[in-house]
């Protein structure tokens, strides 16, 4: 392996110190790049673009499949990054974790691999929190097997309701919950670790989508006791194209297998299959094998400056964003944010008498990049009575330094559209 990804990966500091390491703020640009969409996808830290170019250099081949060394040795880096995931996770057992695509193919795999436990009748707790990727894939099941699908309410700020959501586990005693850990449209934090209990004590099985917090703060499923848990590892400045399901092995046990193919059984005869262990048995075809080696790469990087440091660095540049914006004429935020420890990493706002598609198109020629629209999220817009907002979100990469262009940009389209 070449001697530049041998190395180990530096300790690092949020903010200057990390952005260095992010080839595309070097990119020569007109303006600096205000990069404020980390919440739709983060960008790249040579680390792991390096990795990826290593291993198509110098290690690729299939795994789980040559007698030959090269696919030994490639085998081996797909399972070292399964474990490095499963130690981010704290999750005691590797087989635990399961490669998929994203987030997206993660709740998909559950609503299908699950369906055998649940019957016509049966209830689904969803919250209104909650991005398409964690309603579309309930919705399609509930159709097919006659369910009811139930969703917990939201306070005019944005808040999750858990008076709500308590009565109706009670209510319903739904035999799912699937909720978000941090809503990627307001920056709304939920207390999963006690929906998770709640929703044990009815017997129901809980599945956290991560897909935001994952970037964010440390997660550990064992304290958590989360059934499930999902996250894409482009959202924790890793490749596309890869993600993570995590689950209580037993549960992947019992389940029945998402796609058939190859990699996935034990045996085929013309009269029927078998599977193999997990997680293999969720693991049909060829996978994303570089983007899975990179991903654990992705996951050292973040290890190499630590979540809480990154939590901390965060929260005080969130305070800081919330200030410049809260004292903005003509600028609506929404969220919980006047509550302290309610909302992170994430901000929902509109300037008065401009769309927000128009602000998001005026703040790319600051080239200030922030996100528009109804963010995946419509069930919750539509609640708060909004079409669609601007957002910003940070990573470790952000610094102060973003905010003066975003606020130039702000008063350039009040102006413009006033
Ligand atoms: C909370 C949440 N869940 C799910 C997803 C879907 O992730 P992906 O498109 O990577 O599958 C996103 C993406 O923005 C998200 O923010």
């Not at 007698?67 to 087989?95: G, M, P, V």
């Not at 919950?177 to 990627?184: D, E, G, M, P, V």
């Not at 999902?230 to 890793?238: D, N």
């Not at 940009?409 to 006033?418: E, G, M, N, T």
């Amino acid at each position: 392996m070449s001697k530049s990804i041998l190395k180990p990966l530096p300790s690092l500091l949020p903010g200057a110190e990390a952005r260095k390491e992010f080839p595309i703020f070097s990119r020569h640009w007109q303006r600096r790049l205000s990069y404020l969409d980390t919440a739709a996808s983060s960008q790249k830290p040579s680390c792991v673009i390096d990795r990826l170019t290593c291993f198509y250099s110098e290690e690729h081949s299939n795994i789980h499949r040559g007698a030959y060394s090269l696919s030994a040795e490639a085998t081996l880096r797909y399972e070292e990054a399964r474990n490095a995931i499963a130690k981010l996770l704290s999750a005691r057992d590797a087989r635990s974790i399961v490669f998929t695509r994203g987030t997206t193919e993660g709740i998909n795999l559950v609503a299908h691999s699950y369906e055998k436990f649940l019957k016509q009748g049966d209830s689904i707790l969803l919250t209104l929190l909650e991005h398409h990727s964690n309603i579309v894939p309930w919705q399609l099941l509930a159709a097919r097997k006659g369910l009811q699908i139930v969703f917990a309410e939201v306070t005019d700020a944005g808040e999750l309701r858990l008076d709500d959501l308590e009565k109706k586990i009670t209510q319903y005693r739904p035999k799912l919950i699937a909720c978000t850990q941090l809503s990627n449209a307001l920056g709304t934090l939920v207390p999963v670790e006690h929906i998770i209990a709640c929703g044990h004590a009815v017997g129901a099985k809980v599945l956290v989508d991560a897909a935001q917090s994952i970037a964010h703060s440390s997660i550990d499923v064992g304290a958590m006791d989360a059934d499930f848990l999902v996250f894409s590892g482009h959202k924790l400045y890793g490749p596309t194209g890869i993600g993570v399901l995590y689950a209580k092995p037993e549960l992947l046990e019992a389940m029945d297998p998402f796609l058939g193919g190859g990699d996935m059984i034990r045996e085929v005869t013309t009269s029927g299959s078998t599977w193999a262990d997990i997680p293999s048995k969720f693991e049909a075809g060829t996978p994303p094998i570089a983007e899975a080696v990179a991903l654990g790469t992705a996951v050292e990087f973040i290890r190499s400056i630590g979540l809480d440091s990154i939590k901390a660095y965060e929260a005080a540049l969130f305070q800081k964003a919330f200030d410049l914006l809260s004292r903005e004429p003509g600028v609506t935020l929404y969220g919980p944010i006047t509550k302290q420890g309610a909302q992170a990493s994430i901000l929902s706002f509109n300037v008065k008498n401009t769309h927000a598609h128009d602000l998001s198109t005026v703040a790319d020629t600051f080239n200030v990049q922030l996100r528009a629209g109804h963010h995946c999220a419509m069930p919750l817009l539509q609640r708060l009575g909004i079409g669609s907002s601007a957002r910003i979100s940070l990573g470790v990469y952000s610094t102060e330094d973003d905010f003066p262009p975003l606020l130039e940009a702000i008063r350039h389209a009040r102006d413009l559209f006033s």
